[in-house]
C-alpha cells in the first residue's frame, strides 16, 4: 500500500530524543541545531527582503546575488574558482540538495558507497531513488577511512560515493591524503562524488579545511554541497546550495526543479548577505563554537566520560563504555536525559546495522549558561545525586 522505504522508516533519532527531552524537561544536547550565534546582520537583511519583496518565485537556480556569493564565499575561503551561472544551485536546504542529486543521478540498482557512522537522511534518500547503500565503516577510536574495505566495497555497480567532511557525528576533517585517495579511486572506477560539505567553516584551532572540489583531476565528478543552516546557525532557514560542473549540475536542477522548484527569495537574499560578511564573521564564530566545545569537554571529562578531541562541527562523541555496562548506547540516552537530565544521541543510530554502541555525541553550539548547566548536572549525576528537572 505504501512505498516499501519509507513505511519501513522510523521516526528520526533526532527528533525522537528532541521530544523526549521536551518532555522530561531534560538540556536537549542531542539534536544539531545551535542556540544563539545567529548574525543580526542576516535577520535584518531578510526582514528588509520580507518588506521590499519580491515575493513571488525566485529564478529556478535560486537568486544570482547568491549564487554569486556562494562563489565567491567558496574562492574566499577556500580558493575555489566557480562560474556561478553555470555551476551553482540553490535549494532548500542540504537535504533537498541530497534528495535532488541521488534522484538525478543514480538508476535502479546502482550502488552507493557512503561512511558509516552516517547522517540519517543518506541511506533513505539513495534508496528511495533506487540506489543500494554500500557501507564502508569508520570505527572508534581512531575513525580512520579504511582503504582496503572501501576499495574493497567498489564494483562494476559503483556509481557513487558519498562523503561528508566535516563529518557528522565524530567532527572528523577528511585529510588532503584521505581525499586525494578517494580522487583517485573515482578516477580509477569512473565515479562520481558527493561531497557534504555543510561544516565547512565549523573548522577549529587554526585547522584548515580542504574540500574534495579541490582535489586535483576529479572536479568535474564532484557535487559539493553547503547549507547556511550550518554557516549562519538559522537550521530552520533550510537554505543550501549545490555546486558542480555543468553536465553533474544540469540534472541535479532538473530534479530541483520538481522537488521544491524554487526556496523563500527573502532567505536567499539574506544568506547572500551572509556569505559576504567580513572575515571577522566567519573567524568569530569558529572561535565562540570552539570555547563552547572546550566548555562541554572539560565538564564532560569531569564527569568521567572520555571525550575525543573535537576538531570540527557542532559535535563531541563520548564513549561510554565504562559508564554502560548494559552496552545499549540509546537505553543509556534515555537513561542520561531521565536521570541527569541532560540529552544526547546513540552513535548506533548513525550505523546501517546499529552495532556500534559505544559512543554517544553532544551537541555544543549552545549558549555557555546551557552548557554550564549541563555540566553541573552530569557532574551531579555521576556523584550518584538524582537531578530536579523542570517538566
Ligand atoms: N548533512 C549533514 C551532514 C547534516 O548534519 C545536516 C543537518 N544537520 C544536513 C546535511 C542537512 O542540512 P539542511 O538542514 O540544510 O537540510
Ligand atoms: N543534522 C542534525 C543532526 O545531526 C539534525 C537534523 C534533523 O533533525 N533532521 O543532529
Known amino acids: 500500500m505504501v512505498n516499501s522505504v519509507f513505511g519501513a ?5 533526532f527528533e525522537s530524543m528532541s521530544r523526549l527531552a521536551a518532555e522530561t524537561g531534560a538540556i536537549n544536547l542531542g539534536q ?36 554569486q556569493a556562494v562563489a565567491d564565499n ?25 534528495a535532488d542529486t541521488f534522484l538525478a543521478l543514480l538508476e535502479t ?6 561512511f558509516e557512522p552516517v547522517y540519517d537522511a543518506y541511506a533513505t534518500l539513495i534508496r528511495r531513488a533506487g540506489g543500494v547503500v554500500v557501507p564502508v565503516r569508520l570505527l572508534p577510536p581512531h575513525w580512520d577511512l579504511p582503504q582496503d574495505a572501501l576499495q574493497n566495497a567498489i564494483t562494476s555497480k559503483t556509481k557513487l560515493i558519498v562523503v ?23 578516477v580509477k572506477h569512473d565515479l562520481t562524488i558527493v561531497s557534504d560539505e555543510v561544516y565547512e567553516h565549523l573548522v577549529f584551532d587554526g585547522r584548515p579545511f580542504h574540500s574534495l572540489f579541490a582535489v586535483d583531476g576529479i572536479r568535474d565528478r564532484v557535487v559539493r554541497i553547503g547549507s547556511a543552516g550550518k554557516s549562519f546557525s538559522v537550521t530552520g532557514w533550510k537554505v543550501g546550495y549545490v555546486t558542480a560542473s555543468p553536465k553533474l549540475l544540469e540534472p541535479i536542477a532538473r530534479a530541483h526543479q520538481y522537488v521544491t522548484f ?13 556569505l559576504n560578511l567580513p572575515d571577522n564573521y566567519f573567524l568569530d564564530l569558529r572561535r565562540q563554537l570552539a570555547e563552547r566545545r572546550d566548555l562541554l569537554v572539560d565538564g564532560l571529562r569531569d564527569a568521567g566520560f572520555e571525550v575525543a578531541d573535537a576538531p570540527a562541527t557542532y559535535f563531541v562523541v563520548a564513549d561510554i563504555s565504562t559508564l554502560d555496562t548494559a552496552g545499549d548506547d540509546l537505553a543509556f540516552c534515555r537513561r542520561l536525559t531521565l536521570e541527569a537530565g541532560v540529552t544526547p544521541v546513540p552513535i548506533s543510530s548513525f550505523y546501517g546495522s546499529r552495532d556500534v554502541r559505544s559512543h554517544v555525541r553532544f551537541c555544543f ?6 552548557l554550564v548547566n549541563a ?15 523542570a517538566s
Open 32 to 67: 544539531g541545531f545551535p542556540e544563539g550565534f545567529v548574525p543580526a546582520a542576516l535577520v535584518e537583511a531578510a526582514i528588509s527582503a520580507l518588506r521590499d519583496g519580491p515575493h513571488q518565485y525566485p529564478p529556478m537556480m535560486g537568486l544570482p546575488v547568491l549564487r
Open 375 to 389: 555540566v553541573e548536572r552530569l557532574a551531579l549525576w555521576r556523584q550518584g545525586h538524582a537531578v530536579k528537572v
Open 164 to 186: 561528508n567532511t566535516p563529518m557528522n557525528p565524530i567532527g572528523k576533517i577528511f585529510s588532503p591524503e584521505e581525499l586525494r585517495f578517494l580522487g583517485e579511486l573515482a
Open 109 to 114: 540498482g546502482d550502488e552507493v558507497i557512503l
Open 9 to 13: 522508516a522510523g521516526t528520526s533519532i
Open 74 to 98: 567558496a574562492k574566499r575561503f577556500f580558493n575555489l574558482d566557480i562560474d556561478w551561472q553555470r555551476e551553482v544551485l540553490v535549494t532548500s536546504g542540504a537535504t533537498e540538495a541530497l
Open 365 to 370: 553550539a549552545k549558549k555557555a549558561e546551557t
Open 262 to 274: 524554487t526556496t523563500p527569495p527573502a532567505l536567499q537574499a539574506a544568506v547572500a548577505t551572509g
